[in-house]
């Protein structure tokens, strides 16, 4: 295979997703057109959003609703549902807006 052809995982939302050494990265939250996105596993640490905001260098860590699309800047935590649509929390992630 080339490398600058697409490569396509057969995920679902729920399922669970490991490194090549076994290890398991989290569990699929969602899926779009550019991948899939994984919930850490549980008791591994909590990502600070001073960390995260050292990962995604100056861009800006907002939430955004997989419902609908709105966004919003983060307080102390995500809002417990989507101002616009009203989805729940489980519905909202974070996003990386620079």
């Known amino acids: 295979m080339a490398s600058d052809e697409a490569v396509f995982a057969d ?3 729920g399922q669970s997703v490991y490194n090549e050494d076994g290890e398991e990265l989290g569990t699929v939250r969602g899926v779009d057109d550019a991948g899939f996105y994984v919930s850490a596993p549980t008791g591994s ?10 990962v995604f260098g100056t861009a800006y860590v907002m939430w955004r609703c997989w419902e609908c699309g709105e966004m ?14 009203d989805a729940p929390r489980e519905d909202l992630y974070y996003w990386a807006e620079d």
């Open 45 to 54: 640490d909590p990502l600070a959003l001073t960390d995260a905001r050292d």
């Open 72 to 85: 919003g800047e983060i307080g102390e935590e995500l809002p417990e549902n989507c101002p616009n649509c």
């Open 11 to 13: 995920v679902s939302i």
